[in-house]
């Protein structure tokens, strides 16, 4: 690499150049000058002419590389060039860049895949993505869709008041969820810490302290099983808002959810596994109980749940309380039907630790889970606020975690501290952002979405 050019400035993207190109004439060049860079991925022709695909970011364009104008051409496929010349439209009309000044920046010293089918072995995808992004237009579409919709879902909470913020991601205690957690530990303090399995409690300690309105997007982690939707390492928003509850924050995330995609993909309609999926708000809306009892599911004992499920040739050995056998009859009859967006609303309050009772009736809570495609998106609640409340819910899980549910809720004194300084009534939420962009980029498993996905280790 020695003597090449240490960059490139004033550079135009190849989309911009391209978009100029295609308002030409067949036979046509523009006036000015523009500057590209990116990778050769296609040569044509030889001698006098040669035509070269380049291809960066924003997309590809065709170069006209003349030899009594650009010189001779001495370029491997992958190399990584900076061309400098007009915009044009061949006679032919394809959109071009009719070099006058063509400069290596970088070598390539390994052979590209196959550029013409593309890298189409999953495994290389995943552990040299790349490579895939490289060769395959449609991961580096499906990746710019995932940050546009990041960046949409920011822009639309920051335009409702909300404020972003970061919490630890290694904690003294975990909670929020029931996970299984990554556990580390600290030299310095001679402590172990947990990676986060949620953001919850920290950021409602921050509703406690009266910022009101809290968002945060970043990473979460929990120490289970991989499949097409799940990931050790993932990627979640949790918002909190005083002054709401449940039925507000339904109404939030259907809004949030129909403008981010009218934002990023123009359309409110996305295909999901062969099937198409309306976004636009209102979603339907189905009682938790209900849910259940339609696909012949619901029992309110542990003992008459775990016949009906035995009876259904589910295997309920592993399930060793009745939030367990819930959890279970929900992901196995119910989930895999709701494909267009359904909100599931009063959920047991077993199942619920960190949810407001009903007034009308406190063996509900007032939470809501949401789904799409047939896979959850995320959880909601109106938040329990009361520390006395929060304390008991506490107690119910460590009964839990003694009966084997090593995934219940370890409890956090100073959370429920926190708690009784006053916390506003508020409405919670989590939204899986890599699930979400599975929706919008309709791809299957989580691992097309997520640009470093964790995977076993080689033989």
């Known amino acids: 690499m020695a003597g090449l050019p240490k960059r490139f400035p004033n550079r135009d993207d190849v989309a911009s150049v391209r978009e100029e190109a295609e308002r030409l004439e067949a036979g046509e060049e523009a006036g000015e000058e523009r500057r590209l860079a990116g990778r050769v991925m296609a040569r ?68 590209l895949p196959d ?29 710019l869709v995932r940050s546009r919709m990041i960046t949409a879902i920011r822009a639309q909470l920051d335009a409702d008041g909300f404020v972003e913020v970061e919490t630890p991601a290694l904690q003294p205690r975990y909670g929020g969820a029931f996970a299984e957690p990554f556990v580390t530990h600290s030299n310095e303090l001679d402590v172990d810490l947990y990676l986060r399995i949620a953001t919850e409690l920290y950021l409602k300690r921050l509703i406690v302290g009266g ?83 339609r696909e012949g599911v619901w029992a309110e004992s542990e003992d008459d749940l775990r016949t009906v499920l035995d009876g259904r040739g589910i295997d309920t050995s592993h399930d060793r309380t009745w939030p367990q056998l819930v959890d279970h009859a929900l992901s196995q009859f119910v989930e895999p039907t709701l494909v267009q967006p359904t909100i599931l609303y009063d959920y047991p309050v077993e199942l619920s630790p960190f949810a407001r009772a009903r007034e009308d009736d406190p063996r509900l809570v007032e939470r809501f889970e949401y789904f799409i495609g047939g896979m959850e998106l995320g959880n909601a609640f109106t938040e329990l606020n009361d520390p006395d409340e929060q304390a008991e819910r506490f107690r119910l899980q460590a009964g839990e975690r003694e009966a084997g549910d090593t995934s219940a809720e370890a409890g956090d004194p100073d959370y429920v501290e926190a708690l009784s300084y006053g916390m506003p009534p508020t409405g919670g939420l989590g939204l899986g952002i890599d699930r979400l962009a599975m929706l919008f980029t309709g791809r299957d498993t989580i691992r097309d979405v ?7 280790a080689r033989d």
């Open 44 to 111: 044509r022709g030889h001698g006098k002419l040669v035509f070269l695909d380049l291809v960066d970011r924003s997309g590809q364009i065709q170069l006209l590389c003349a030899a009594d104008r650009a010189g001779p051409v001495d370029l491997d496929l992958g190399d990584i060039v900076g061309a400098s010349g007009k915009p044009a439209r061949t006679k032919r009309g394809e959109a071009s860049l009719a070099v006058d000044r063509l400069e290596l920046l970088a070598k390539i010293a390994l052979p």
């Open 450 to 456: 997520i640009l470093f996905p964790a995977l076993r």
């Open 211 to 293: 910022l009101e309105r809290v968002y945060e997007l970043g990473k979460d982690f929990r120490n289970e099983g991989v499949s097409y939707k799940h990931q050790p390492e993932f990627t979640m928003l949790e918002w909190y808002e005083a002054y709401a509850d449940y039925r507000d924050t339904m109404a939030r995330i259907e809004t949030l959810v129909d403008e981010v995609a009218r934002a990023v993909l123009g359309t409110t309609k996305v295909t999901f596994r062969n099937r198409e999926i309306e976004l636009a708000a209102p979603w339907q809306r189905v009682p938790f109980g209900e849910a259940l009892a």
């Open 115 to 143: 550029t013409y089918h593309g890298l189409v072995d999953a495994e290389t995808r995943y552990r040299k993505r790349y490579l895939d992004l490289l060769v395959n237009e449609e991961t580096r579409s499906a990746f």
